[in-house]
């Protein structure tokens, strides 16, 4: 346990300690504010968004800023592997008496807590932005949207983070890590009206539609999504892995 | 120091190497990378691993470490596998695998703590000992990317010594160093492999460093042990040395030396008044009376080595060094 955690606490050093760790959590913050205050200023509708909490739970889902906290993720985490190939510190990292499972472990561990902390960011910043706006109150009932609904933007970010880290795990590139992880998200809009497009990964990641249009495809649920991205993520994570730990070193 | 003909004899019954190599092989598609290799490294030897371009250094440093797959074979770190028990056995490993290479953008510091954070017992005593021992105090704090190549190389040493290895494997350990830097590596790893027991690998295209820090040589070609040497501080040890003769009248001392009975006068460069001759220690004082008595005025003897790098070149075939 305490290898464990020092192994991601090594991880998490590696990505917040490059001076570049600051451009995705300024942008965030930067991107929350005018957000915010574009619709306040601009948008018609407004009048059933009473409180910073009823404009939170509209906002952290994939529909709302979601999609930009995944970007943001992806591009912050996609090097994560790729980047010790590419610094050779590859080498420096696997000659300690760890096994690749822990190494692989706690790096996708410190992802998807760069991901957490960037979900986090994007509430602060917009909670401190809309709360100038339409206070900073909110009811019991309009908290537990929100954390609903950050609970599914967090889901729809770590999805998309777990397949640019397998990409980058594969191709040892974090551009192409990083490509494919934002096509992905691009991918989540479009949708192909056949039944076989409900077992694909992009209809089933954004779970806030299940509480405002309904389902993307006659006979999906909420249940069924959940299923389907478990299955993806366990694919993701064992072809990750089975490449890291098969790789020749050289 | 000059190579002797046989190689150490091996202890019946002492202790475990602390490296062994089984039959090693490596093979990609169907070409053998490494072919059948086996070697032993002792406690408190520094063992170098020399071959051409192309040899399988590389490649055999990177299976003993567990960066690649073994194909056949076995390498055993104190006695344990690296492959089925490879975190018994690589944590008696510290290596530094072609460059050292470090996180640029955090201090040396910040690098050592990544390295001890992977370790079991490494506390921040023993990397304060660690960087005193390396002379990295003044460079400690400064960001790795602004690290000369020299100080680069030293802070892969204090990485690799972090945990107290038994074994100690460094590929290029002199790359980049000025001579004062090579001398005081060199100096450094002869004091650890005594004074800790450590087992030394190294491989080198310095063959001159080589011959001066190792007290073995294993070198390979095309994946195969070519030869097994240690190298000897003394003299060549061979029986009848072959001595080099600096004289004034080279024709006259040939005619003298052919004349004594076991001597044998070889081929020397008479214009530049030398001659070649092979006589053993007994021989001499009969030798040099005779010269004298012949009034042939002796300037210089001296033996005639062979440099690792004739020797190296002899076994290999001559092909370029990596």
Redesign the interface.
């Given at each position: 346990m305490r290898n464990g955690i020092r192994l991601i606490q090594n991880e998490w050093l590696k990505l917040t300690k490059k001076r570049s760790f600051w451009v995705p959590v300024s942008m965030m913050v930067l991107i929350a504010a005018m957000v915010t205050f574009m619709l306040y200023k601009f948008s018609s509708n407004l009048s059933e968004i009473d409180s910073a909490a009823a404009y939170l739970s509209g906002m952290m889902g994939a529909s709302g800023l979601g999609q930009f906290v995944a970007i943001l993720s992806i591009v912050g985490t996609a090097g994560i592997v790729a980047q010790e190939h590419a610094q050779g510190t590859i080498k420096f990292l696997l000659i300690r008496s760890r096994s690749r499972g822990e190494i692989f472990a706690a790096k996708y561990a410190a992802a998807v807590l760069y991901t957490l902390l960037m979900t986090l960011i994007a509430g602060v910043s917009m909670y401190a932005a809309s709360g100038f706006m339409f206070g900073f109150g909110g009811t019991g009932a309009q908290w537990l949207d929100v954390l609903k609904e950050s609970a599914y933007g967090l889901v729809y970010s770590i999805v998309y983070v777990t397949l640019a880290f397998m990409v980058g795990a594969l191709t040892r590139s974090t551009g192409v890590a990083i490509g494919v992880g934002l096509a992905g998200t691009m991918f989540g809009s479009l949708m192909i009206f056949k039944d076989f497009y409900k077992y694909v990964l992009f209809p089933n990641v954004n779970l806030s539609v299940y509480d405002t249009v309904g389902p993307p495809l006659p006979g999906m649920s909420i249940g069924f999504s959940l299923v389907v991205l478990a299955v993806y993520m366990a694919l993701f994570l064992v072809a990750g892995y089975t490449v890291f730990r098969r790789r020749d070193v050289a | 120091m000059t190579l002797t003909q046989s190689t150490k004899p091996r202890q019946a019954g002492g202790e475990e190497p602390v490296l062994r190599l089984q039959n090693v092989s490596k093979i990609i598609g169907r070409k053998k990378i490494v072919d059948q290799l086996s070697f032993d490294v002792r406690r408190g030897e520094i063992v170098g691993l020399l071959g051409p371009n192309g040899a399988g250094k590389t490649t055999t440093i990177?299976m003993m470490?567990?960066?690649?797959?073994i194909s056949e074979g076995d390498v055993k770190i104190a006695g344990r596998s690296i492959q089925s028990q490879?975190?018994?056995a690589?944590?008696q490993?510290g290596?530094i695998?072609?460059?050292p290479?470090?996180?640029?953008?955090?201090s040396g510091y910040?690098n050592l703590k990544?390295?001890a954070?992977?370790?079991?017992s490494v506390t921040s005593e023993r990397i304060a000992e660690v960087i005193s021992l390396l002379g990295l105090q003044e460079a400690l704090h400064k960001k790795v990317k602004a690290y000369s190549l020299g100080m680069r190389q030293r802070l892969g040493i204090a990485?690799a010594l972090l945990?107290r290895p038994k074994l100690l494997i460094l590929d290029e350990p002199t790359n980049g160093l000025d001579p004062a830097g090579i001398r005081e590596m060199r100096d450094y790893l002869k004091k650890i492999a005594v004074s800790e027991g450590i087992a030394i690998l190294v491989s080198s295209h310095l063959l001159s460093e080589i011959e001066q820090m190792c007290t073995r040589v294993v070198v390979i070609q095309n994946g195969r042990l070519v030869t097994e040497r240690a190298i000897g501080a003394g003299g060549s040890g061979q029986e009848r040395p072959e001595l080099r003769l600096r004289v004034d009248n080279p024709a006259r001392a040939r005619q003298v030396l052919e004349s004594l009975k076991g001597v044998q006068a070889l081929d020397g460069r008479e214009g530049e008044h030398e001659i070649i001759c092979q006589a053993a220690d007994e021989e001499m004082p009969a030798l040099i009376d005779a010269l004298r008595q012949a009034e042939v005025a002796i300037y210089r003897i001296t033996e005639t080595r062979k440099s690792l790098e004739d020797e190296f070149l002899q076994w290999t075939g001559g092909n370029q060094i990596a």
């Open positions: - | 990177r470490t567990g960066l690649i797959k490879f975190k018994d690589i944590v490993v290596a695998i072609e460059n290479e470090f996180y640029p953008y955090m910040d990544q390295a954070r992977m370790t079991d990485q945990d």
